[in-house]
């Protein structure tokens, strides 16, 4: 079982819809990241969170530490939103607690 | 601007060929990491610098090696006995020297390689 898990793995929606992406995780973590990766290839990190919600402009992100959950959500989506969104956690085990990345959810976002 | 910078865009290598990967960092960073990325997968880490002159493999070096003599740089090399390396790979770098903290990492905007 993959110790960092997204759902879903590929995400269709209309131009205007709220997205919500999902992310599960098994380990111990210091820190949770949501990341954006273009169809170019080039990541940006979007958040890092070890508590609570954050949010910048339409994007907020949530984590439940207690769950062991974490939320990424999109309001009024666009379709320059279309993109990979990878999760991944700062672990305390493993390469030096270095990143575990989720395999991505692929977002379409239609006009 | 800061940023990080990979060279090639893209890269193809011949059998039984060495190739290396630039990666050039202007963030003053002291951390730089080197991932692989496969479809379908998530991002593995092949190696990771925390200082100069230091490295560290990660969950998939075989195959692979590095160098950082110095602390904006941090090439890649993939080797001849590295037998599967069609692969997109991105480097990034962090502000500090554990990844444990929890830190922002930086990407380049990846190098693509193909096996011809």
């Known amino acids: 079982k993959n110790e960092v898990e997204q759902s879903p793995q590929n995400l269709t929606a209309q131009e205007g819809e709220f997205i919500t992406i999902n992310c599960s995780y098994s380990v111990g973590i210091s820190a949770l990241h949501w990341l954006q990766q273009h169809p170019g290839g080039g990541i940006v990190s979007l958040f890092m969170?070890?508590?609570g919600k954050k949010k910048h402009g339409r994007l907020i992100a949530t984590i439940n530490i207690q769950e062991k959950h974490s939320s990424l959500h999109i309001t009024a989506s666009h379709p320059r939103d279309s993109a990979v969104y990878i999760c991944a956690v700062s672990s305390y085990g493993g390469s030096q607690g270095n990143l575990i990345f989720g395999k991505g959810t692929k977002l379409s976002v239609k006009p | 601007d800061g940023g990080i910078t990979q060279s090639p865009k893209y890269l193809f290598r011949k059998e039984g060929q060495n190739v290396t990967l630039s990666c050039e960092q202007n963030l003053n960073h002291d951390a730089m990491y080197w991932y692989r990325q496969d479809p379908g997968q998530g991002l593995r880490l092949i190696y990771y610098s925390q200082i100069v002159n230091d490295f560290q493999k990660g969950d998939i070096a075989e195959g692979y090696s590095v160098s950082r003599e110095k602390k904006e740089s941090f090439p890649l090399t993939v080797t001849s006995a590295q037998k599967n390396p069609t692969a997109f790979y991105l480097c990034?770098?962090?502000?500090?020297?554990?990844?444990?903290?929890?830190?922002?990492?930086?990407f380049g905007p990846g190098t693509r390689l193909l096996v011809l």
């Open positions: 990034a770098s962090s502000i500090g020297r554990l990844a444990s903290r929890g830190e922002t990492q930086y």
């Open positions: 969170l070890s508590s």
